[in-house]
């Protein structure tokens, strides 16, 4: 009996002494919005002992998890460029730049601009990072990726059975700001359609693009083009500011 005891006592004791350690090793949330004070000072940036930092109604976390800034009120964390670097606060965070810093590896160039031309902006040697677009035409959908980090993955529309999406390893070989597509001797006419990428040609001369679309939203769900990859608008700019010439492109 009285060795039953002490194994009982000697369970609870490891019980308490547990309890406490999770306690001690738990990360510390001051303000209980949801992110730890570790990650509201050196990732997120906020105040770790204010729970809604930019004052909008809404806790730091909850708009973090619904991909709204906690810095800058009412804006996607997509919209949000809080050091001004050219940036924005969602690729800072997956590249694992500072929020807070226009230019984080101290190399006199500027985030954005490093990311733009293809360089790491978290390393002060001069180090090239592959730039991917990747469209996977069954499931209407394209990546895109800095070396191995996933920018952001967007619902396209491809090209329908008579007129497929070429399928292969291409690359971008020219970037139009504004181009029309059709005309007198086609069925359709697209004036003024924002944000063309050419990645290949076919021996008959017909070009092929990634581009905005503004004369359908069918995007993530039908085919309907030419061979062309349809792009949302609100989706397409920051893709065609983000690819160069050169830029490899996938479509499977």
Same mark, same amino acid.
């Not at 738990?26 to 906020?46: C, K, M, R, V, W």
């Not at 709204?68 to 919209?79: A, H, M, T």
């Given at each position: 009996?009285?060795?039953?005891?002490?194994?009982?006592?000697?369970?609870?004791?490891?019980?308490?002494?547990?309890?406490?350690?999770?306690?001690?090793?738990? %990360?510390? /949330?001051? /303000?209980?919005?949801?992110?730890?004070?570790?990650?509201?000072?050196?990732?997120?940036? =906020?105040? %770790?002992? !204010?729970?809604?930092?930019?004052?909008?109604?809404?806790?730091?976390?909850? @708009?973090?998890? &619904?991909?709204?800034?906690?810095?800058?009120? !009412?804006?996607?964390?997509? $919209?949000?460029?809080?050091?001004? /670097?050219?940036? &924005?606060?969602?690729? @800072?965070?997956?590249?694992?730049?500072?929020?807070? #810093?226009?230019?984080?590896?101290?190399?006199?160039?500027?985030?954005?601009? $490093?990311?733009?031309?293809?360089?790491? %902006?978290?390393?002060?040697? %001069? !180090?090239?990072? $592959?730039?991917?677009? @990747?469209?996977?035409?069954?499931?209407?959908?394209? &990546?895109?990726?800095?070396?191995?980090?996933?920018?952001?993955?967007?619902?396209?529309? =491809?090209?329908?059975?008579?007129?497929? =999406?070429?399928?292969? @390893?291409?690359?971008?070989?020219?970037?139009?700001?504004?181009?029309?597509?059709?005309?007198?001797? +086609?069925?359709?006419?697209?004036?003024?359609?924002?944000?063309?990428?050419?990645?290949?040609?076919? #021996?008959?001369?017909?070009?092929? +693009?990634?581009?905005?679309?503004?004369?359908? #939203?069918?995007?993530?769900?039908?085919?309907?083009?030419?061979?062309?990859?349809?792009?949302? +608008?609100? /989706?397409? $700019?920051?893709?065609? #500011?983000?690819?160069?010439?050169?830029?490899?492109?996938?479509?499977?």
């Amino acid at each position: 009996m009285i060795k039953k005891l002490l194994i009982i006592s000697a369970i609870i004791s490891l019980i308490f002494i547990l309890i406490k350690f999770v306690k001690a090793e738990a %990360p510390l /949330d001051s /303000d209980a919005d949801g992110l730890n004070d570790y990650e509201e000072q050196y990732i997120y940036h =906020t105040d %770790p002992f !204010q729970a809604d930092t930019d004052k909008d109604g809404f806790k730091d976390n909850e @708009e973090i998890l &619904n991909k709204y800034s906690p810095l800058q009120k !009412q804006l996607k964390i997509v $919209e949000a460029d809080t050091d001004n /670097d050219g940036l &924005n606060d969602d690729w @800072e965070l997956k590249i694992g730049t500072d929020l807070t #810093n226009p230019d984080t590896d101290n190399d006199n160039y500027k985030d954005g601009l $490093e990311v733009k031309n293809g360089y790491s %902006p978290t390393s002060k040697l %001069p !180090q090239k990072i $592959e730039k991917k677009i @990747e469209v996977i035409c069954k499931d209407f959908k394209l &990546n895109y990726y800095f070396g191995n980090k996933l920018l952001d993955s967007i619902p396209v529309s =491809t090209g329908k059975g008579k007129t497929p =999406t070429p399928r292969g @390893e291409f690359k971008i070989l020219d970037k139009i700001p504004s181009k029309t597509y059709g005309g007198v001797n +086609y069925t359709f006419y697209y004036p003024n359609t924002k944000w063309n990428m050419l990645f290949t040609k076919d #021996n008959k001369g017909w070009k092929y +693009y990634i581009h905005g679309a503004y004369w359908h #939203n069918k995007f993530g769900y039908d085919n309907v083009s030419g061979g062309c990859v349809n792009v949302k +608008y609100s /989706d397409m $700019e920051r893709l065609y #500011n983000f690819a160069q010439i050169g830029t490899k492109v996938i479509i499977e």
